[in-house]
């Protein structure tokens, strides 16, 4: 693989060859890559891009992307490491945040729950879209280790912080998220309003995906 790269981080280019095709490709093309599950393509784009990454921030961002595509091989090791440098080096909250995803998709849910408490003490509160998405991860953790109240809770946190910042996704993920507890809990009526309210909501991003997965859920309640 060659790699040749552009004037910045965002415009970077690599010359690689994938599945017989040499071609030049950039960040949105790793970006496309990786919502179609082309995985090994991804990689190889971002492997490209930190090897070249003109400063360290740009690095790190690069890193950053690839931690997805680590985080969808299961390979948490790795995406462990490289997050944890990125977050000792600077302190931002987005490489803690994204540790806490990696925790949470190992099955590690306690640690998951300490990154994103680690999180939550040190977002300002006009950043109510970090405050939204840290606060659908823990109720989404509370809710998986068995602890509904606390679930709805952090879920609601997150609705008022999502329609504070205009977040439609993130409002939409809270409302899906409580309608999960409701139709867990046996309240399958409002399980089907919530579910309902999310998938306007996510309607209105628009995001095809994700009202596709909230018509599944309200169909498995009939």
């Known amino acids: 693989m060659t790699f040749t790269a552009g004037t910045s981080g965002c415009c970077a280019s690599g010359k690689i060859c994938y599945a017989g095709d040499m071609r030049y490709y950039t960040l949105l093309d790793a970006w496309d890559a990786y919502e179609k599950g082309q995985l090994d393509l991804a990689a190889d784009i971002w492997q490209a891009l930190i090897q070249a990454a003109p400063d360290e921030d740009i690095r790190r961002n690069h890193e950053l992307g690839y931690s997805y595509v680590l985080i969808a091989r299961k390979d948490f090791a790795q995406a462990r490491q490289l997050l944890q440098e ?3 080096q600077t302190l931002s909250t987005v490489y803690l ?43 989404m953790l509370a809710f998986k280790m068995g602890q509904p109240e606390s ?4 879920a609601e946190r997150c ?3 999502a329609r504070r910042g205009q977040d439609a996704f993130t409002e939409g993920c809270a409302l899906r998220l409580l309608g999960d507890i409701a139709a867990a809990g046996g309240e399958l009526e409002q399980a089907r309003k919530h579910y309902q309210a999310a998938e306007a909501a996510f309607v209105s991003v628009p995001d095809e995906s994700a009202v596709q997965e909230v018509q599944i859920r309200m169909q498995a309640l009939d």
């Open 159 to 161: 609705l008022v912080d």
């Open 86 to 88: 990125s977050y000792q």
């Open 151 to 154: 679930a709805v809770e952090h």
């Open 97 to 139: 945040h994204q540790l806490g995803i990696v925790e949470r998709e190992a099955g590690n849910y306690a640690d998951a729950m300490r990154c994103f408490a680690q999180e939550r003490e040190v977002l300002t509160p006009d950043n109510s879209f970090g405050l939204a998405a840290n606060a659908h991860e823990m109720g």
